[in-house]
């Protein structure tokens, strides 16, 4: 099992920043990967940032390239999002995830969602 706790969300003007945390407990060590999704009301449910922390890749959706930055905290068992020059587009519940990560992308363990955390940019 893993449990993961997404913290940090909060409410914020155009052009501010916020930092996400993801708290992971249980058989962390079983998953090799990590990433943030988001999901808005009526939208699909969208992969934002994905790491590797064996294989050492990192990659971000075309969205938030430059403004976003994933990071993992080993000693912690704790993956990040740090979020600048926010957007309202950026408005969501954003989730956090295990898994692995291959030639094909991020694939997330879907049994282990947590309770996401909102944010909201105004305008």
């Known amino acids: 099992q893993v449990q993961l706790v997404e913290s940090g969300g909060g409410l914020v003007q155009a052009g501010g920043s916020l930092r996400l945390s993801c708290a992971a407990s249980?058989?962390?060590?079983?998953?090799?990967?990590g990433g943030w999704f988001r999901q808005a009301p009526g939208k699909e449910r969208e992969l934002v940032a994905a790491i590797s922390w064996t294989a050492g890749s990192i990659n971000y959706a075309d969205s938030v390239k430059g403004r976003f930055t994933i990071s993992l905290d080993n000693a912690k068992s704790t993956l990040y999002l740090q979020m600048n020059s926010l957007k309202p587009e950026d408005t969501a519940v954003y989730y956090c995830a295990v898994g692995v990560y291959s030639g094909s992308g991020f694939k997330p363990h879907l049994d282990y969602w947590g309770q996401g955390t909102q944010v909201t940019v105004s305008s």
């Open positions: 249980g058989r962390t060590f079983s998953y090799y990967a």
